[in-house]
C-alpha cells in the first residue's frame, strides 16, 4: 500500500514536502512516481523514480522546481516541490506498477497501483 501526505495550504512562491509511506511489497516495483490530478483537470505525471538505478523523470513544468527522492530506510519516497504556482493546486498522488521498467514509462504508460492522494492548494 501507499500513503501519501504533508500535502497544505501554501502561498506561491512557497514550499512542500510530500512523502509517500510505501508497505515491503511496493518496493520491489520497478519504478514509483508522484501524479496530480487539478481541479477539472485529467491526472498528470508529475515525477517518477526508477527504484533499481535512481533515475529520475520529470515533465517540464516540474523541472528545476520539484525533487524526487526517497529514503530506502524508511520506505518512503519524497517529493520536493519549490517555487510553487497556483497552477500545482490539485490532489497529489503517489503510485506504482508492477509492469513499468523505468521512471520515463511510468510517467508516461501510468501506474495501476494508486495511494490516497494529499491536497496540495497554491494561493496566489
Known amino acids: 500500500q501507499l500513503q501519501a501526505s504533508g500535502g497544505g495550504l501554501v502561498q506561491a512562491g512557497g514550499s512542500l514536502r510530500l512523502s509517500c509511506a510505501a508497505s515491503g511489497f511496493t518496493l520491489n516495483r520497478p519504478a514509483i512516481g508522484w501524479f496530480r490530478q487539478a481541479p477539472g483537470k485529467e491526472r498528470e505525471a508529475v515525477s517518477c523514480?526508477?527504484?533499481?538505478?535512481?533515475?529520475?523523470y520529470y515533465p517540464d513544468f516540474a523541472k528545476d522546481r520539484f525533487t524526487i527522492s526517497r529514503d530506502k530506510t524508511k520506505n518512503t519516497v519524497y517529493l520536493q516541490m519549490n517555487n510553487l504556482r497556483p497552477e500545482d493546486t490539485g490532489v497529489y498522488y503517489c503510485?506504482?506498477?508492477?509492469?513499468?521498467?523505468?521512471?520515463?514509462?511510468?510517467?508516461?504508460?501510468?501506474?495501476?497501483?494508486w495511494g490516497q492522494g494529499t491536497l496540495v492548494t497554491v494561493s496566489s
Open positions: 503510485a506504482t506498477d508492477l509492469g513499468q521498467a523505468s521512471s520515463y514509462a511510468l510517467c508516461h504508460r501510468g501506474p495501476t497501483e
Open positions: 523514480l526508477s527504484t533499481n538505478n535512481d533515475i529520475t
